[in-house]
């Protein structure tokens, strides 16, 4: 554990705090250490949320810009709906454990990009570096670009996160089904579908 954030120093408090319990006092208490899990559901201040959000509005011709921070931070992303069946697999054992859910595979914020430019028919070209690198798009809906904002760099940043789910599959029979072009696809869509209401 390496917690970069006061949100991850309170998980692994929580974390410390079922395993004690667990221990010292014979309590059924599994912990569940989740790595990135996301839908269309997710909150929009989180990167995921942010960029599903931004490019649907400028596919469809809404929005003109999206300011995004670090593009190749990397984070082991999958589907919600995946993890809620490992979480409740955790909970049919005959004995409580601690278990990694988690893809297995990392991707950079940049990935996501592309794969959302992918899913909602936008053509993408990266042009300059570093702070001053931008993603000019371009689709039947619309025209924008993707700008780097200083802004939106954490102070304390963690630049790879990879999970290893190996205990899951083993013990539950649990591995995430929905591919990470599905679940950025299904965030997309979802965006465009709140557009048009």
Do not use: P
């Given at each position: 554990f390496y917690p970069r954030s006061p949100y991850g120093m309170a998980?692994?408090?929580?974390?410390?705090?079922?395993?004690?319990?667990?221990?010292?006092?014979?309590l059924f208490a599994a912990s569940g250490i989740l790595f990135n899990h996301e839908s269309p559901l997710r909150g929009p201040e989180?990167?995921?949320?942010?960029?599903?959000?931004?490019?649907?509005?400028i596919a469809s011709g809404r929005g003109r810009e999206l300011r995004l921070g670090n593009l190749d931070a990397k984070r082991d992303w999958g589907f919600a709906g995946d993890y809620v069946v490992g979480m409740h697999q955790m909970l049919q054992l005959g004995e409580a454990t601690d278990f990694v859910l988690a893809t297995g595979v990392t991707q950079s914020v940049r990935n996501f990009i592309t794969a959302a430019c992918a899913a909602?028919?936008?053509?993408?070209?990266?042009?300059?570096?570093?702070?001053?690198?931008?993603?000019?798009?371009?689709?039947?809906?619309?025209?924008?670009?993707?700008?780097?904002?200083p802004a939106y760099f954490r102070p304390s940043e963690v630049d790879f996160l990879l999970g290893d789910p190996s205990k899951a599959k083993r013990l539950l029979g649990w591995s995430a089904r929905?591919?990470?072009?599905?679940?950025?696809?299904?965030?997309?869509?979802?965006?465009?579908d709140r557009l048009r209401y």
């Open positions: 998980k692994v408090f929580a974390h410390s705090a079922t395993v004690n319990y667990r221990e010292a006092h014979g989180f990167v995921t949320r942010k960029i599903a959000t931004g490019l649907a509005a909602l028919d936008l053509s993408l070209k990266w042009e300059g570096e570093g702070l001053g690198e931008t993603g000019l798009l371009s689709g039947s809906g619309g025209q924008g670009k993707i700008v780097i904002d929905v591919s990470f072009e599905q679940l950025v696809e299904m965030m997309c869509t979802a965006e465009m």
